[in-house]
């Protein structure tokens, strides 16, 4: 219980949100101004079948890091910050499970937020998706952001080891990488971050247990969730394949139908953080979606 307890010290401020739903009404929910992608690290892995069970056994498979720039109005909001800046040009790579994957990063997060004239402590929100190193690697850049992230996954990295030594590994990685942020806001499920529908982290438990996904809608583009790893690739998708790392299989499904339930509602694009294929055909910063 020890952990809990640590969990509610380290709060800062109120929370943002209750257990009710918080999803935007598809017709008047209000709009973010711009969206940009961010290449946030590259990684290959020998084993495709950690992420397609049954399937792709022995098979290497090239992955993409993507991370997200929301701006609304005078605020912005990081969605993940990827591989650790530290790994640029590392030739030995950088890795959160030495066995299975390796990461590169051939330019900084610093470095893109400047192409856009941003030093780190312009970003308002940092939002993490979860806490698997590839997507917090740089928590620690942004000490004036108020880091938001489900209460479940924050329990989760603070509770003790269990059988699984990867689960155990990766734990011990995020709890190294997030360190204690100064300004924390534990979110209990799908919480409206401006209060107008415009951005919404969305609980989809189950890769991790305080998984979530970010809707967002905006002028021109309309609605866009981007998955978090909620799914790894389209195929997957289609599929409903759960990769075996993920903490929750039944959770695992039934976040990917809340994420087909959304795509219709509010038809909505989904944007996949690590399919490699897609994320190459999507705008890169400097350009953005509005
Ligand atoms: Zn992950």
């Known amino acids: 219980m020890s ?36 290449d946030c690290g590259h ?44 790994a640029l040009n590392d030739p030995k790579g950088w890795s959160t499970l030495p066995e299975l994957i390796v990461y590169h990063l051939d330019k900084t997060l610093t470095d893109q937020l400047a192409a856009i004239a941003l030093k780190t402590s312009d970003i308002t929100y940092v939002a993490l998706s979860h806490t698997h190193g590839d997507h917090i690697g740089n928590v620690r850049l942004f000490p004036n952001a108020t880091v938001l992230m489900q209460r479940a996954e924050y329990a989760w990295i603070s509770s003790p080891d269990g059988p699984n030594d990867n689960v155990n590994q990766l734990k011990a990685l995020a709890r190294k990488l997030l360190d204690t942020p100064r300004h924390l806001k534990l ?41 978090g790893d909620v799914v790894h690739l389209e195929e997957s998708f289609e599929k409903n394949t759960v990769p075996s790392l993920n903490t929750d299989k039944a959770a695992s499904i039934a976040s990917m139908d809340k994420i087909r339930q959304m795509i219709a509602t509010y038809k909505a694009k989904l944007f996949i953080n690590h399919d490699k294929a897609q994320s190459e055909t999507l705008k890169l910063l400097p350009a953005f979606y509005d």
Do not use: M
């Not at 257990?19 to 929910?29: F, H, M």
């Open 187 to 227: 979110l209990e499920g799908d919480t409206d971050v401006f209060g107008d529908g415009s951005v919404t982290l969305v609980s989809t438990p189950g890769h991790t247990p305080g998984s979530q996904s970010l809707l967002i809608h905006l002028k021109i583009s309309g609605f866009i969730i981007l998955s």
């Open 3 to 38: 952990f809990l307890v640590a969990a509610s010290l380290h709060l800062d401020g109120t929370l943002i949100a209750t257990a009710d739903s918080r999803l935007p009404d598809a017709t008047g929910a209000g709009f973010a101004d711009k969206l940009y992608r961010l």
């Open 43 to 86: 990684s290959l892995a020998n084993d495709e079948s950690v992420w397609t069970p049954g399937e792709n056994v022995g098979r290497s498979i090239e992955f993409s890091s993507t991370c997200w720039l929301i701006q609304r109005g005078s605020e912005w909001l990081l969605w993940d910050t990827g591989v650790p800046d530290s």
